[in-house]
Structure formats: C-alpha cells, structure tokens
C-alpha cells in the first residue's frame, strides 16, 4: 500500500512537471520562452477548451510546417507586392507596409524585432441561446469593420475574411495580461497581435462572460487572410514569428481569457503552406 502511494505520488509530479505554464518558460533576458521555436510553438498553441481550460499537454501541429518554422522566409518582396496588388489587397490590411520592419524590443543589450504572432477572438457580441444565420456573412453588422477602432490590437479580421490596421506592425503594443500585468513596458513590441471576430453565447454562463462560440470557430476566409498577416509580419521581421494563443500566454494568470475559441491549427498552417505557394508563383 505503501509502495502503490509512492507511484501515485511519483506520477502525479510527472504530470505537474509536464504540464508547463508559458509565463513560467519566459526568459526575461532573452524576452523569449525556452526551447526551439517548435517547443514554444507546441506549448502557445495547445487547444483552448470552454473557459479558458487547456489540458492539452503539447499541440499538434503539422510536420512540414514545424519545417517552416526553421526555414528561411524563400519569398521575394517583389512576389508579395504582385500577389498583392493581383488581388487588390491594400497595406491597410495587412499591417501595414512590407517594406518596413516590425516592432522591436530590447534583449541584452540589443533591438531584436517581434517574436510572437498572437491569435485572438473578440469574444463578442454575447448573445442569448443562438447565433443569427449569418454570422458569416457582410450582412452581419459584427463583420462591418468600421465598427472595430479600439486600439487593443495591430489588426481586426471579420468572418468574411476582410481586414483593417489599427496599429501598424511597426508599433509597439501590449496586449495580454502577461504583457500588461508581468512583463512591463520593456515588452512593448514583442507580441503582435490580431483580434478574429467571433460571437459568443449563453447560458451557460451569462452576457458577461459567454462561453460558447460557434462551431466551426472561424471561417476559411479568416484563415487565409491570417495566414497573409503571418506571412507579411515573418517577412517584415525576416525570419518565422512563433505563432501563439492568447490563453496560453496568460494562462494561470488571474482573469485570462478564453480566447480564441474552437481554432482549427491544421486550417491555419494549411493556409500558410498554400498562401505561400501562391505568392511563390509570381
Ligand atoms: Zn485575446
């Protein structure tokens, strides 16, 4: 019996020492988690649960892309600007301009550029017991982006996929509570952060704090236009950012979010795979 306490013990603490908290891996010096960026990448994107809950112990994520990660960027400026310009996209969509670098911050001394592409959902508007039909559509008034100015975030996407800046990758921002609450000022300019539009409903919970998000969580336009921000900040910064949640960059800090709700990891770094190949072709 008393053997069989010590391997429960003994297991239990395998599973506290796995289970790792982001704010605890952060390295204030190098202003970065540990490990290679497929470790961070694996640990800032474990699924998000109903209220924030993340039991995942690591996400998965797609080989060829955790690739992508340590490749070089292999896309011109000039096939950007074309792919652009063929698809009437403007700067104000992206973030900003292509040919200016992305915020900085500085780490022992010197200007290291932006390292986290954070992901978020507005969690809004909460709605009681459903969503109207079309949450997906222009006629949305949510999707309306002249309606989303708040300066919380570098870029608003709706569920049509259409997007705004409203702050240049080139500034500095923070975001999340770790940002806010833990780091300080001298992280201004490590996070870049991007706000999907995405209803929530109750019960349970109630307006305030609306839980439930519809299923699918996004829609494919919002993955692709996601995948173009990825794609820009990486070039701006000249080497892959880490993609991460904004749950798990605050999780076990008081009041976290829950967000982004019902995000499909294979849809994002599809669309990055093929976005890329798309702007390859010019
Ligand atoms: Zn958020």
């Known amino acids: 019996m008393k053997n069989l306490l010590i391997i429960i013990l003994f297991v239990f603490n395998i599973t506290k020492i796995e289970a790792q908290i982001p704010s605890q891996e952060f390295d204030k010096v190098k202003m970065e988690y540990k490990g290679t960026k497929a470790v961070q990448a694996k640990l800032l994107m474990r699924h998000v649960e109903m209220w924030g809950k993340i039991s995942e112990k690591e996400a998965k994520l797609d080989a060829a892309y955790l690739d992508l990660l340590i490749s070089s960027i292999g896309i ?7 792919y652009l310009s063929f698809k009437n996209i403007t700067n104000n969509e992206i973030g900003g301009d292509i040919n200016s670098p ?6 022992g001394g010197k200007k290291v550029f932006a390292k986290y592409f954070v992901i978020h959902d507005v969690s809004t508007p909460a709605l009681e017991h459903n969503f109207p039909q079309d949450i997906n559509e222009e006629s949305w008034s949510f999707n ?17 996929g259409k997007s705004k ?17 833990k780091l300080g000022i001298p992280s201004r300019g490590l996070y870049i952060h991007i706000e999907l539009i995405q209803p929530r409903v109750y019960p349970p919970g109630n307006a305030g704090n609306a839980p439930v998000a519809p299923k699918p969580g996004f829609t494919e336009a919002q993955y692709e236009r996601l995948a173009l921000l990825y794609i820009c900040s990486s070039f701006r910064k000249g080497e892959w950012l880490v993609p991460a949640f904004h749950a798990n960059i605050d999780q076990g800090l008081n009041d976290s979010h829950d967000d982004p709700q019902n995000f499909e990891t294979q849809k994002f770094t599809d669309k990055v795979m093929q976005v890329l190949l798309d702007i390859k072709k010019y």
Do not use: C, M, P
């Open 102 to 107: 992305i915020s900085s911050v500085t780490a």
């Open 144 to 160: 309306n982006l002249d309606r989303w100015n708040k300066k919380v975030t570098h870029v608003y996407l709706a569920r049509t």
């Open 165 to 181: 800046t409203v702050a240049d990758f080139s500034e500095g921002l923070r975001a999340t509570k770790f940002e806010l609450k």
């Open 76 to 82: 011109t400026k000039e096939q950007i600007q074309k």
